[in-house]
């Protein structure tokens, strides 16, 4: 079992920047795949960003590529999503998921732990 617990969201003004954290417990983050998603309201839960195991491999989102950078620290257990150039549409619950795998994936359905999430605020 995974626990994870997701934090460094908040409100921001549109152009500035936010780091969110995913600090990991219960198991080794290095046996797993990482992701990124977020739900706006009235929105289904997407994808913004994923990692392989090792952290050599990434996945971003069309609407987030070249503004957001996913990273890993295996040896601290976290995860990282650097967000700058921050738009309104950025705006929603921003959830850490892990995949019981060396190899992300991108889909709701094929992630096995999630965290509760931390809300990003853009005010225009």
């Known amino acids: 079992q995974v626990q994870l617990v997701e934090s460094g969201g908040g409100l921001v003004q549109a152009g500035g920047s936010l780091r969110l954290s995913c600090a990991a417990s219960?198991?080794?983050?290095?046996?797993?795949?990482m992701g990124w998603f977020r739900q706006a309201p009235g929105k289904e839960r997407e994808s913004v960003a994923a990692?392989?195991?090792?952290?050599?491999?990434?996945y971003y989102s069309n609407s987030v590529k070249g503004r957001f950078t996913i990273s890993r620290d295996n040896a601290k257990n976290t995860v990282y999503l650097q967000m700058n150039s921050l738009k309104p549409e950025d705006t929603g619950v921003y959830y850490c998921?892990?995949?019981?795998?060396?190899?992300?994936?991108?889909?709701?359905?094929?992630?096995?732990?999630w965290g509760k999430g931390t809300l990003v605020t853009v005010s225009s």
């Open positions: 998921a892990a995949r019981k795998s060396a190899v992300y994936a991108t889909s709701v359905g094929a992630m096995d732990y």
């Open positions: 219960g198991r080794t983050l290095s046996n797993y795949a």
């Open positions: 990692i392989n195991w090792s952290g050599v491999n990434t």
